[in-house]
């Protein structure tokens, strides 16, 4: 069965920290992992990844896959209260091209 | 502006009634997916269907029931079958030969509790 797991599931800091997100997967015949940021409702669409090594980058947010260690980190530097949300993260195979998604991490950022 | 309308956005449901949910798009993709999202368990598949007239159980199809006769919607009923409905409903949509392609496009949700 396809899993993916998230850590930590919450996560508190103050404007300006720097946080890693953290997601690990076992999918068969893996094929992409993406991150989404879910706000109110719908989740928006951040990185998908399909290489291991490279890293995206978008603004303060960046993530890179470790498809040896089946793992992927976001990060993200200077953060604002705009970017509390839950982060999600999903890993799709070549079976059907369902998304199987971990958890969650509810990211809270203070003032 | 293209994109995904579910409607109604808050749904409350008597015990041992059918409802359903609505997920139109204009976006002209291909696949459409419901999950369901619960506190603390991420988003789970309900039902897909990547063509027109067909469509295929996920992981958690059980007391809900679905169809596809445009490409452009994709009804999600809850059945009486379905033990505990109360959940946040996410219908999402991609275009070509799925999501590992392309990613989701998500509707901005339907949140559904039994009174």
């Known amino acids: 069965e396809d899993k993916v797991v998230q850590s930590p599931l919450s996560l508190v800091v103050h404007e300006g920290d720097t946080v890693t997100l953290n997601c690990s997967y076992e999918?068969?015949?893996?094929?992409?992992l993406l991150w989404y940021k879910q706000e109110k409702k719908a989740p928006t669409f951040l990185f998908m990844l399909?290489?291991?090594?490279i890293e995206k980058k978008s603004g303060r947010l960046s993530s890179i896959l470790d498809k040896k260690e089946l793992f992927s980190i976001l990060n993200i530097t200077a953060t604002q209260t705009g970017d509390s949300a839950v982060y999600l993260c999903?890993?799709?195979?070549?079976?059907?091209?369902?998304?199987?998604f971990g958890q969650g991490t509810i990211l809270t950022v203070h003032p | 502006d293209g994109g995904i309308t579910q409607s109604p956005k808050y749904l409350f449901r008597k015990e041992g009634q059918n409802v359903t949910l609505s997920c139109e798009q204009n976006?002209?993709?291909?696949?459409m997916y419901w999950y369901r999202q619960d506190p603390g368990q991420g988003l789970r598949l309900i039902y897909y269907?990547?063509?027109?007239?067909?469509?295929q159980k996920g992981d958690i199809a059980e007391g809900y029931s679905v169809s596809r006769e445009k490409k452009e919607s994709f009804p999600l009923t809850v059945t009486s079958a379905q033990k505990n409905p109360t959940a946040f409903y996410l219908c999402?949509?991609?275009?070509?030969?799925?999501?590992?392609?392309?990613?989701?496009?998500f509707g901005s949700g339907t949140r559904l509790t039994v009174v």
């Open positions: 999903a890993a799709g195979g070549t079976s059907y091209g369902k998304l199987t």
């Open positions: 999918v068969t015949n893996f094929r992409s």
């Open positions: 399909t290489s291991s090594g």
């Open positions: 976006l002209n993709h291909d696949a």
């Open positions: 269907s990547q063509i027109v007239n067909d469509f």
């Open positions: 999402a949509t991609t275009r070509g030969t799925g999501p590992i392609n392309y990613g989701y496009t």
